[in-house]
C-alpha cells in the first residue's frame, strides 16, 4: 500500500518560513519523480515544485528564488523550504508522486499553510 504523508504545515507570518516534508512508503521512491502542488480555495491544484530521481528540479515562478525542493532517498522523504512566504502563498500542499515504470500515480492528503498576520 502507497501512502504520502505530508507535515509541516501551518500558521506563518509573511516573510516567514516553514519547512514541509513528505515521508512515502510503499514505492521505490528513488525511482519517482516528486512534486508539490498547492490549491488555494476557489482555485485548480498547480504544481509548485518538482524533482525527478536524477535530483533536477522545477519552479513555478511565482515561488522562484523563495522555495527549494529536496530529496534525501535514505529516507524517502521530499521537502519544501518555504521562505519569504506572502499571502498568497496560502494553501493545501499536496506531495505526489509519479513514475514511468508507475502506470498510477500517488497522492497524499495534503497540509495547510496559512500565512497572515
Known amino acids: 500500500q502507497v501512502q504520502l504523508v505530508e507535515s509541516g504545515g501551518g500558521l506563518a507570518q509573511p516573510g516567514g518560513s516553514l519547512r514541509l516534508s513528505c515521508a512515502a512508503s510503499?514505492?521505490?521512491?528513488?525511482?519517482?519523480?516528486m512534486g508539490w502542488y498547492r490549491q488555494a480555495p476557489g482555485k485548480q491544484r498547480e504544481l509548485v515544485a518538482s524533482i525527478t530521481s536524477g535530483g533536477s528540479t522545477e519552479y513555478t515562478v511565482p515561488v522562484k528564488g523563495r522555495f527549494t525542493i529536496s530529496r534525501d532517498n535514505a529516507k524517502n522523504t521530499v521537502y519544501l523550504q518555504m521562505n519569504s512566504l506572502k499571502a498568497e502563498d496560502t494553501a493545501v500542499y499536496f506531495c505526489n508522486a509519479a513514475s514511468p515504470y508507475d502506470v498510477n500515480d500517488y497522492w497524499g492528503q495534503g497540509t495547510q499553510v496559512t500565512v497572515s498576520s
Open positions: 510503499g514505492i521505490i521512491f528513488r525511482l519517482y519523480t
